[in-house]
């Protein structure tokens, strides 16, 4: 089985190390997928810098007659939006923390420990994956008032950190590795938590940063949930609730608006470039079953 999967991996690098029109109209055709996906990012970098009265010009432009650096500062000015990114990363860092746990020993269980109905709970599991969102709203925030978590740091932090997804990745990689160095492990007298600390987790660094990141993004970006379970914005309000502050009877301050949301995606730009190389092995080892 191993050669057969040796041989392939050669072809794919013999492809990707060879020239040629093909190559060429690959690179071609990624590079313009990418442009595609920059250009609203250009575009909203660009709103962020032009005066007010030059956002909306037709035809549209990318630089304003003047660069105004200054909205950034206006935009903290605006609103309390030192308070919302510590209350976004406050958020982010304490669920991610809580997910990574919960995941990596539901992910343990489910991939190397035996007991009675753990394929059909597993399956049960996943299942929750495919109910939405919107459909859990009223019934969460039924419980938030019944723990009395309503405009609390826990209600925006437990309800979402114990879900299927991270279970269902870290598993993947479970079961990747080798069970003859469990069996090693069994035999020189450790427990099932000696070699979960000891032989799962350092093995399973790059899958445990790409949840990690997954987390972490979903944490920041969160905005439907926040807006139903927070009441008092300004003490305990993120960093997409506190886009929404831009938005008056007056109307919109979009460069305003704009020079925020691009300082709100810097957090999750910096986290992807940091975990870039985790990041890749960790989607091509997490895809694969194993035993």
Do not use: C
């Amino acid at each position: 089985m191993t050669e057969p999967r040796t041989q392939a991996r050669r072809r794919a690098a013999d492809l990707l190390r060879g020239t040629g029109p093909r190559r060429v109209v690959s690179h071609l055709l990624l590079l313009a997928v990418a442009l595609l996906f920059i250009a609203p990012l250009l575009y909203a970098l660009g709103t962020s810098l032009k005066p007010q009265d030059e956002v909306f010009t037709a035809p549209p432009t990318l630089i304003g007659s003047e660069v105004r650096w200054n909205n950034y500062v206006e935009a903290f000015q605006f609103a309390p939006f030192a308070r919302y990114f510590f209350n976004s990363f406050l958020v982010a860092i304490l669920g991610t923390a809580v997910v990574v746990a919960a995941s990596s020993l539901s992910a343990y269980a489910f991939a190397r420990l035996r007991f009675p109905g753990r394929d059909k709970l597993f399956v049960l599991f996943l299942g929750t994956l495919i109910v939405p969102q919107e459909v859990l709203i009223v019934p969460m925030y039924w419980l938030m008032q019944v723990l009395g978590w309503v405009d609390s740091y826990q209600a925006l932090i437990l309800p979402f950190a114990f879900t299927a997804f991270g279970t269902f990745l870290l598993r993947q990689f479970f079961l990747t590795v080798p069970a003859e160095l469990v069996d090693s492990a069994r035999v020189d007298g450790a427990g099932p938590f000696d070699i979960f600390f000891r032989v799962m987790l350092p093995l399973s660094r790059p899958a445990l940063a790409v949840l990690a990141m997954f987390t972490f993004i979903a944490y920041w970006g969160s905005f439907l949930w926040p807006l139903i379970v927070i009441d008092n914005v300004n003490l305990r309000g993120t960093v997409p609730l506190g886009l929404t502050s831009f938005m008056s009877q007056q109307g919109t301050q979009w460069h305003l608006m704009m020079a925020a949301a691009v300082l709100a995606m810097l957090p999750s730009v910096l986290l992807v470039v940091l975990l870039q190389k985790n990041l890749v092995r960790g989607l091509l080892t997490t895809g694969f079953g194993g035993r």
